[in-house]
């Protein structure tokens, strides 16, 4: 894993919400330029801070190494002396709950700033927008995210590993979508393959069950997930299509929940042994579930085994 620091105040809000950051591939007068040069150089699963105006508002999972694109139309006028080719990098962008304002701490963080190629002024800690993607070491990529923990967001490095695991999903989905065209029921499969996708039958029988999130509280179904108890991966097809093994939950609930950083005693209490995961909850100002009743017998068993695996 690699650290990187991306200038783009210009582009922030088209990069952000587009997910990605690009360059051209040269200077306008056609000369290399180093922090250009260091998208060719990002690989799946670096982290990359966003900086602009002063701040840095973001943390992103790189998900995919780069790719020649030309420069992206929602770009407008912005860099019209830019070269219209350029390198692309698909970047998973997480919003901080508080922006980290790097000049605050520069005293901690100058001993760590490159000597070339810096993202910040070794001088004055204002940011060096001659400077677009800038490569840290170690050292200063843990620093930032222990002062983003400490100051601005203390779901950090949770929000990285939800990232990652978000990346991990898509290919795990399409491998799951290609077995299931060896069942050999079209009807069997078509409820297979949405109760993959939280949808259709499954859904249905999770409601009958669960009609709300136990943590939230949440009864508007459409904003609710339905999530496997027992992993998808590793049921049988009558399990899968089971009520008993699901819940739902806030989209927000279901990331910790997927993740066994959360789960429920057989009363319905939420257990939370997670360091990261507990400071996540108090974020979210969860002091425990909601909605408290026992669980079913049949329920119990499926969360018997993720209790488990209850991650510390």
Known sequence: MAYWWVNHKQTYRQETEGGYIWSPKANANGARNVSYDNLARCNRGDIV??????RINQIGWVETAASTALKPPEFGSTGNHWSPEGWLVRVNWQPLMNALIPQS???LLQPLLPERHSPISTTSGRGNQGIYLAS???????????LI??????????????LAEEGDYTAS??????KLEQVPSSTERDALTRARLGQG????????????????????????????????RTCDNRERLSGANGLLLSPHVDKLFDRHWISFDSNGQL????????????????????LIRPFSR????????????LRS
Not at 173 to 178: A, K, T
């Open 49 to 54: 801070f966003s900086y602009a105006h002063g």
């Open 105 to 107: 701490f520069f005293e």
């Open 136 to 146: 840290l070491s170690e050292a200063l990529g843990l620093l930032l995210l222990r």
């Open 149 to 162: 923990e400490e100051h601005a967001d203390p779901a950090a490095r949770v929000h990285l590993v939800v």
């Open 173 to 178: 989905l399409l491998e799951d979508m290609q």
């Open 201 to 232: 039958l499954f859904r249905q029988r999770v409601a009958e069950l669960e009609p709300a999130c136990r943590v939230t509280g949440l009864a508007r179904k459409e904003f609710l997930i339905a999530s496997h108890i027992k992993p998808w």
């Open 271 to 290: 257990l939370c042994e997670h360091e990261a995961a507990q400071e996540a909850l108090r974020c979210w100002g969860i002091t425990g579930a909601n």
């Open 298 to 309: 049949e329920q119990n068993i499926f969360l018997d085994a993720h209790r488990e695996a």
